[in-house]
Nanobody, 121 residues
Framework: QVQLVESGGGLVQPGGSLRLSCAAS????????MGWFRQAPGKEREFVAV????????DYADSVKGRFTISRSNVKNTVYLQMNSLKPEDTAVYYC??????????????WGQGTQVSVSS
């Protein structure tokens, strides 16, 4: 049974930082690309970041480049999203994704339940 469990969301002021974590079980973690997507109220889910199996290749949405960093630990079966210089427009539910990730179509084999990130003063 595949499980992706996100944590680390919360309320932060503009300019602040948060670190999201996603613990995976039931999947061959080191063999899977991992990613993050987000969905704001009234909007479609959008790609945020992806990291390939080895952790050496990453890709980001233009809106988060230079502010967010995705990383993974194949020992801990966990993927992370470090979010710095947060803006109100980063407010969304953030979803962890695993497997065949299509960043343009916004699809993946497996999804977490999501964690809320709110950026507000």
């Amino acid at each position: 049974q595949v499980q992706l469990v996100e944590s680390g969301g919360g309320l932060v002021q503009p300019g602040g930082s948060l670190r999201l974590s996603c613990a995976a079980s039931g999947v061959p973690f080191s063999s899977y690309p991992m990613g993050w997507f987000r969905q704001a109220p009234g909007k479609e889910r959008e790609f945020v970041a992806v990291i390939r199996r080895s952790g050496l290749l990453t890709d980001y949405a233009d809106s988060v480049k230079g502010r967010f960093t995705i990383s993974r630990s194949n020992v801990k079966n966990t993927v992370y999203l470090q979010m710095n210089s947060l803006k109100p427009e980063d407010t969304a539910v953030y979803y962890c994704a695993a497997g065949q990730i299509a960043t343009t179509r916004g699809t993946a084999d497996y999804w977490g339940q999501g964690t809320q990130v709110s950026v507000s003063s």
